[in-house]
């Protein structure tokens, strides 16, 4: 949890040195669905991930927005439904493929949702939105790549 922890100090610098320009992508969301995730992660361990994710996200509402506790609801119920999907498909069907489709859409969704309550005029906001999703397919390459090399077959 130190590297999620590490993961959030390197997406709060980069938040800073972008500000005006874009919003930078979730990488801390990416980091926790990728140690939630892993092979070899028990129930034990995602359960403190989610809480951790809950942590992450009520830090990040305290130092950048208005609504106190939205980004923790999002990555806390993104992380806990990552869990409970990981889960509920057997584990042959476990590959970088869904973890790819799962970690995209709760970075879209947790995009949209923070969209809904940006105070901003809309059009500045769709487009802060837009970058910040093309930010993030980069990104979730790379994180792909990671659970990738961390997955059983390729270990």
Excluded at 18 to 23: A, D, E, K, Q
Aim: proline share 4%; hydrophobic share 60%.
């Amino acid at each position: 949890m130190s590297i999620a922890a590490a993961i959030w100090l390197v997406q709060d610098f980069m938040q800073v040195f972008s500000m005006g320009i874009c919003i930078v992508p979730d990488l801390f969301l990416f980091s926790v669905l990728l140690l939630a995730l892993k092979p070899g992660s028990g129930t034990g361990r995602q359960s403190a991930l989610i809480w951790a994710a809950f942590a992450g996200g009520l830090l990040w509402d305290l130092r950048w927005t208005n609504l106190p506790g939205l980004t923790a609801a999002i990555n806390g119920a993104a992380v806990a439904a990552a869990c409970h999907i990981w889960h509920k498909v057997p584990a042959q069907a476990r590959t970088v493929t869904l973890f790819v489709i799962i970690s995209g859409c709760a970075h879209l969704l947790s995009g949209i949702i923070h969209f809904c309550f940006w105070t901003i005029p809309s059009q500045a906001a769709i487009r802060q939105l837009a970058v910040q999703q093309l930010l993030a397919v980069p990104v979730l390459v790379v994180v792909s790549l990671v659970f990738w090399r961390l997955s059983d077959k390729h270990a």
